[in-house]
């Protein structure tokens, strides 16, 4: 499984930036592809995870209600709208993937054991 991510940047606070993960080498039809962020000096944070078998998402706290996660079929891509950003969104973002059995809902243990991991990309929130 390969995993490709893209669409950091620079963006003032209040603004909106848009992350893709395209995916590719699934070999089974159930996965969850996720997003995490490590800002500097803190620990990874699991953000949010969609599973393929029943399109359902998991976003956590820090970022419900501004973060929405989504995939294009078409592209087996899977996008993190981030709107509402603040300087507490800086760090680096990166997809990771598992592949499960049978039907999977997306929920915080979503987040743990992921099996493939992407380069990370930079979102920098300036004030």
């Known amino acids: 499984v390969q995993l490709q991510a893209s669409g950091g940047g620079l963006v003032q606070a209040g603004g909106s930036l848009r992350l893709s993960c395209a995916a590719s080498g699934f070999t089974r039809p159930t996965y969850v592809i996720s997003w995490f962020r490590q800002a500097p000096g803190k620990e990874r944070e699991g953000v949010s995870c969609?599973?393929?078998?029943?399109?359902?998402?998991y976003l956590a706290p820090s970022v419900k209600g501004r973060f929405t996660i989504s995939k294009d079929n078409a592209k087996d891509t899977v996008y993190l709208q981030m709107d509402s950003l603040g300087p507490e969104d800086t760090g680096v973002y990166y997809c990771a993937a598992k592949e499960l059995f049978g039907n999977y809902y997306c929920n915080p243990y979503s987040l743990e054991r992921m099996s493939y991991w992407g380069r990370g990309t930079q979102v920098t929130v300036g004030t």
């Open positions: 969609f599973s393929s078998s029943d399109r359902s998402t």
